[in-house]
């Protein structure tokens, strides 16, 4: 398929069946093996899993945890997942391989800092990594 792709793993599986109280980050355990990258809080209410060489080095180049807001982090997720479902459901227009599993990110679900930080990142190591544009917000790009 295309050259760079190993095994390209996005394995998001965010289960949510609780409620939506406020997760504070003694909540959520990080498990972060080499290339794999897993969160989960201690209910297995929700959990991430990223399995993508490289991610872990490419994320401690970037802005470090607190320097966006947790709501920067909501409406820009909500935004690439939309995105990134679309693409999802056209396997004939984009490469399955790339998107071949959609993501379930609940707007109403209070998943947490961590969870969110995580996941912005990982849509711009994507965007990066696969030279992908994700168009989340009219006009300019912060």
Not at 57 to 85: C, D, S
Request: glycine share 4%.
């Amino acid at each position: 398929m295309k050259n760079c792709i190993y095994i390209v793993i996005l394995a998001f599986g965010m289960y949510s069946c609780g409620t939506t109280k406020d997760r504070k980050l003694s909540d959520i355990s990080v498990s972060n093996n080499s290339d794999t990258l897993r969160i989960a809080n201690d209910s297995l209410e929700y959990e991430i899993i990223i399995i993508e060489p490289g991610f872990n080095a490419w994320l401690a180049t970037q802005q470090p945890r607190g320097y966006y807001t947790k709501q920067f982090l909501e409406i820009r997720n909500r935004q690439y997942v939309i995105e990134y479902n679309q693409r999802a459901m056209q396997p004939l227009r984009f490469d399955p391989n790339l998107y071949f599993q959609q993501i379930n990110y609940e707007p109403h679900i209070d998943y947490g800092y961590e969870v969110n930080y995580l996941l912005y990142n990982y849509f711009l190591f994507f965007e990066q990594r696969y030279r992908q544009r994700f168009i989340v917000t009219r006009g300019r790009r912060f």
